[in-house]
């Protein structure tokens, strides 16, 4: 599509979105917010880029990388607690980060891979 | 710290999400997918010598205490499971090797099918009953896709009907966790059974019981609810319907003998009498829709569905020798049944067919194959020595213990039943002269090697009975008597 | 509140069932979707629906005029999540069943029963 609208929209509203996703992101640690919603925010993001160029130039890498990395890191991180002997996925805190935090950054870049995935599939189906 | 309770979660997880990292190398996944599920059935012995050694071992995720947070919880039932997933899962990742087109493996059948079984050992392993849905969601989103795969005309049509019915269970699942919530405030299944033991309004828990009847028994294709399971199993690739044929059902029967020997037992005369007439009718409608198919893969189908009723018959007599017949069953069917449909694609890739009518010849053809395939028939239809006999004889001896006749005569009647339509099968495909001439073709060894290691497994537990059934055994008193699952998830913290 | 509640959960169920039971296949899942609310709604109230309650009160506060149940929410916004995503594949099932088959007449596709 190519409307003078969406692509000043886009240029402006994409870095937005991208910085507004990780504030959600960190927010979560205490208060409402989290991966998942800023998974979703960061997906718009980039979805306003492909719907308004082709495919390719928006992500630098393959939606199905950040799935598996965020799959891997949300894994990880219940890992950690195994290895000092406590029961699965328990929390383990220190001062500012936690193994939730690094269950939150898997969160994000799955849910953002799973919408970029289905988003790209749909975009190129039309094209 | 008994950590590897996870183990059968995490092992299909870490190797799915390692093949969605390398989306576009096959071979990668291949291997991934391959060491995953080989890992998982040495997972599956591991909790099953553990839980025999030391009895129940449960484990409090993220260390919140039990009937607050979600326990994982193995008892030998759930040993057993988590076994066959990892056998059946290691069977099918070898038989893929030559059965699965590049174009599917493209499409992520590997990470699909490590989705699939940490769904199914989820299922298996968890001790909340919600938790017991999200697994039911993940085993059945990766069904779902699975079942479509490659985008046939048949595959979908058959998997809409699926697709359908399993989301109607879901709801039905649900609403009844939702509405069991309201009633007892708990969701934890050992807090549940203590629970509801006291319950001053055992009209609710039996209605109750009823909704997660039907929820279950979709899923479990028991009579009247069945109809998805014929319509959709025999559409996708050999390798994909033959885990289906194995796990995906049973994963059913499972949550009900969980459910109806842990939650509800409140009125056994009439849930448990209602299940018992649930499974001869099961037997009966199963074996009849068998008898007029003609594709190798339906007759198989329908015949699932009259197995799932001796599976059920177990739990409806509800004695502890009831019980150890109905598990026995289970171990016994998921391999035989697994097996019929892996050597029903060898046959495809003989003859170029699932049709009956156009097969022929297969005796003189393949020998082994023919031998191949008389030992799960055989064994399906319950012909001593091998593992069916044991199975059925068990569950028969309990029904004449009860003094249930009627049922004694219908199992009696459908293994005879079930005789027929093995005899049909071997006459139409492997003994009448050959329809049309159809050249040597070669099929690859990974698709031997499954059918024939399941065919000696099947043979071993026949000539070893005894062990496997001292295990049902012990198992089933686990079952009949919960006291000891309930102290381990709630006498253990953190 | 609760009366209103049941009401319409029964009229989500029927309404649900009675679009599952046309021929068309988008009307089947809208029929779906339909039941999948009228489940979240139904844990909503069976679990007690309470009014200007918290469900979380911070570190060492009194729990003046008590809590609500802060499960129920969990339980429904993980149903939410996954019928959002099992909803999103039937709606591309039913697209992709559309062009292969031509039709969304349930009563057509009939080839695997044969």
Known sequence: MNSIILTVTARVLGPVLLLFSLFVLFRGHQEPGGGFAGGLLAASAFSIRAIRKDVELSLPVEPHALIGTGLLLAVSSGLASVVLGRPFMTAIWFPYVSTVLLFDIGVYLTVMGVVLMTVYALAEEKS | ?494 | MIYLLAVVIGGLYSAGFYMMARRSLLKLVIGLALLSHATNLLIFTVSGVSRGRPPLIPDGQALAGGVSDPLPQALILTALVISFGILAFALALVLRTNESVGTDDLDEMRTTEQ
């Open chain 2, 1 to 494: 710290m008994n950590g590897f309770v996870v183990l059968p979660l995490l092992i299909p997880l870490v190797s799915a999400a390692s093949s969605i990292l390398f989306w576009r190398r096959r071979m990668i996944q291949r291997w991934l997918g391959l060491s995953s599920s080989f890992l998982l059935l040495g997972s599956g012995l591991l909790l099953l010598y553990t839980i025999r050694e030391h009895g129940i071992q449960a484990m409090q995720v993220g260390g919140w205490p039990a009937p607050f947070g979600i326990t994982l919880v193995a008892d030998l039932f759930t040993g057993i499971m988590v076994t066959l997933a990892g056998l059946i899962g290691s069977a099918v990742a070898v038989y893929s090797v030559a059965n699965i087109d590049a174009r599917r493996e493209t499409f992520g059948f590997h990470p699909l099918l490590q989705v699939l079984l940490m769904g199914v050992s989820g299922a298996f392993l968890t001790g909340d009953i919600f938790n017991l849905y999200v697994w039911f969601e993940v085993m059945l989103i990766a069904s779902f896709v699975l079942l479509g795969l490659g985008g046939e005309r048949k595959q979908l049509e058959g998997g809409f009907k699926y697709v359908t019915l399993n989301l109607v269970s879901s709801a039905l699942f649900l609403a009844g966790v939702g509405l069991l919530y309201g009633a007892a405030g708990t969701l934890n299944m050992a807090d549940l059974a203590v629970k509801l033991r006291n319950a001053n309004e055992p009209a609710l828990v039996t209605a109750l019981a009823m909704i997660f009847l039907t929820a279950f028994g979709i899923k479990a294709a028991v009579f009247p609810l069945f109809f998805w399971l014929p319509a959709s199993y025999h559409t996708p690739p050999v390798a994909i319907s033959a885990v289906f044929a194995g796990l995906l059902t049973k994963v059913g029967v499972y949550a009900i003998i969980r459910v109806f020997t842990l939650v509800f037992v409140q009125d056994v005369a009439y849930t448990h009498g209602l299940i018992l007439g649930i499974s001869a009718l099961t037997m009966i409608t199963g074996v009849l829709g068998a008898a007029a198919q003609n594709d190798f893969r339906r007759i198989l189908s329908f015949h699932i569905v009259s197995q799932i009723g001796y599976m059920t018959m177990g739990l409806g007599l509800y004695t502890s020798i009831a019980l150890a017949g109905s598990v026995f069953y289970i171990v016994h069917h998921i391999i035989v049944k697994t097996n019929l449909f892996l050597i029903s694609g060898i046959v495809e890739r003989r003859t170029g067919s699932f049709q009956l009518k156009q097969m022929g010849g297969l005796y003189h053809a393949s020998p082994l194959l023919a031998l191949l395939f008389l030992i799960p028939a055989f064994s399906l239809a319950g012909i001593p020595p091998l593992s069916g006999f044991f199975a059925k004889f068990i569950l028969i001896r309990a029904g004449l213990e009860n003094e249930e006749y009627a049922i004694v005569a219908v199992a009696l009647m459908v293994g005879l039943l079930t005789l027929f339509s093995m005899t049909k099968i071997w006459a139409e495909a492997f003994w009448k002269p050959a329809p049309n001439e159809f050249g040597p073709r070669p099929v690859h060894r990974t698709m031997w090697a499954p059918a024939v290691a399941l065919a000696v497994l099947t043979i071993c537990i026949g000539f070893g009975a005894g062990p496997v059934y001292e295990l049902s055994e012990q198992t089933a008193r686990q079952l009949m008597d919960p006291t000891a699952y309930i102290q381990a998830v709630l006498g253990v913290s953190r």
